[in-house]
């Protein structure tokens, strides 16, 4: 499902290219005012297709237990709460998110002054906005289908983490400089659409990977729900204080950047922040055994305390630790950890891993295809030892 998933999203992002290209056309021949018309048999079209699915694929056994619940909601809500203001990696999350809501409303509240100084006529500024934002879903679509993934595999979230900040640093620095150049405002918006919705996007799930599954589809819920919105109100009590009380209206564009850049870096801070505790806390999980994907193994085994820690669970007794440890140091390119002494190991399953990854000598494997207990474990150690027709040694053992 993970896999899939920024496939299933990029539906939302051609949705919003199809309807920028048509909104542009049509807005031509039938107006700004028409085009609300236009909605109408989609949003039925859409609501349509919601009942489907609910009919189709919904569990009825959840929708009863929800039913009976009564008052659990509330009860499991203050749960949650509890839970987040409990953990510091999960405050920092609810930080970062905030701000990067509140980020975005003061940018496309910039965009929109420097458009409206360059168009003045109801149906141009539909016009553009709809061409704009149909190139910039073709572009997002474009980074997280073909390079999206492979940029978060490679760099890792520690990195990622920063790709979005730092180009809306350099865009709105661009922006206070040339205050009401069209093309300033396109390179500060565009950079924020493009990255937020392909690499940004995959970013942020990833944030979730250390929480705990019992309370991960709660916590986002609370976290996209509530502190998003109140986020987004938020942005919006400061920029009214901005642009009504403290700004003169010759040098709003100035002055809403510059706090802009201020919020950056304080997104930039618990950015970093974030990705410590990123690691302090999947490090804390590591003998749980969670599902990794290669890219955060590689972030987390990055020191040698963490490599001392693999190396101890190599050495553990238990039989899903040592499993778990060996496939992670193939993850990290370093087979070479699988000791020799693993193919004596009490578990069956341990002994035919280590037997397919440990470094073993011809002279070692027969001796494992005599002396083991196991009869697939002296298979495994034949095959190994000869992958072809045998040798006399081999027909001997």
Excluded: C
Excluded at 90 to 96: A, D, E
Excluded at 110 to 139: C, N, P, R, W
Excluded at 185 to 204: C, E, F, M, N, P
Excluded at 375 to 392: D, E, F, K, N, Y
């Amino acid at each position: 499902a993970k896999r899939i998933f920024p496939l299933v999203s990029s539906g939302g992002i051609l949705g919003g290219a199809v309807g920028g290209l048509i909104g542009a056309r049509l807005v031509k021949s039938i107006g700004t005012d028409n085009l609300m018309l236009i909605l109408v048999p989609i949003l039925l079209l859409l609501v349509s297709l919601v009942q489907f699915l609910i009919r189709r694929y919904s569990l009825p056994s959840a929708a009863e237990h929800g039913e009976q619940s009564g008052g659990g909601g509330q009860r499991a809500f203050r749960a949650v709460a509890k839970t987040i203001l409990a953990s510091p990696y999960l405050k920092l999350i609810v930080g970062l998110l905030a701000l990067s809501a509140i980020v975005t409303l003061i940018v496309d509240f910039q965009f929109k002054v420097v458009v409206q100084k360059a168009f003045h006529s109801k149906d141009e500024l539909t016009a553009f906005f709809a061409s704009f934002s149909a190139y910039l879903a073709i572009g997002a679509f474009l980074v997280q289908v073909i390079a999206g993934s492979r940029i978060v595999e490679k760099l890792g979230v520690r990195v990622t983490l920063f790709f979005l900040p730092v180009a809306l640093i350099f865009g709105t620095a661009t922006l206070v400089a040339f205050p009401l150049a069209l093309w300033a405002g396109g390179v500060l918006k565009g950079s924020d659409y493009t990255l937020r919705y392909s690499i940004d996007r995959a970013t942020t799930e990833l944030l979730y990977l250390p929480v705990p599954q019992s309370v991960k589809t709660q916590i986002k819920a609370i976290i996209d729900m509530i502190v998003q919105r109140l986020a987004d109100g938020l942005g919006g009590l400061i920029l009214l204080l901005l642009t009504r009380v403290f700004l003169p209206p010759s040098r709003v564009q100035e002055g809403v950047g510059v706090f802009n850049v201020i919020l950056l870096g304080l997104w930039l801070w618990v950015a970093w922040r974030t990705r410590r505790e990123y690691v302090a806390t999947i490090r804390a999980r590591i003998t749980d055994r969670p599902d990794l994907p290669k890219s955060t193994i590689k972030t987390v085994f990055d020191n040698q305390l963490s490599v001392a820690t693999l190396r101890s669970m190599l050495a553990s007794r238990d039989e899903e630790v040592v499993l778990y440890a060996m496939e992670t140091a193939v993850a990290l390119g370093r087979p070479n950890w699988i000791s020799r002494e693993l193919v004596t190991h009490p578990s069956t399953r341990v002994r035919l891993r280590a037997l397919e990854l440990a470094p073993l000598t011809e002279d070692e494997l027969l001796v494992r295809a005599k002396e083991d207990s196991n009869s697939t474990v002296r298979a495994s150690a034949i095959l190994r030892a000869s992958p072809g027709t045998g040798t006399p040694r081999l027909a001997h053992a």
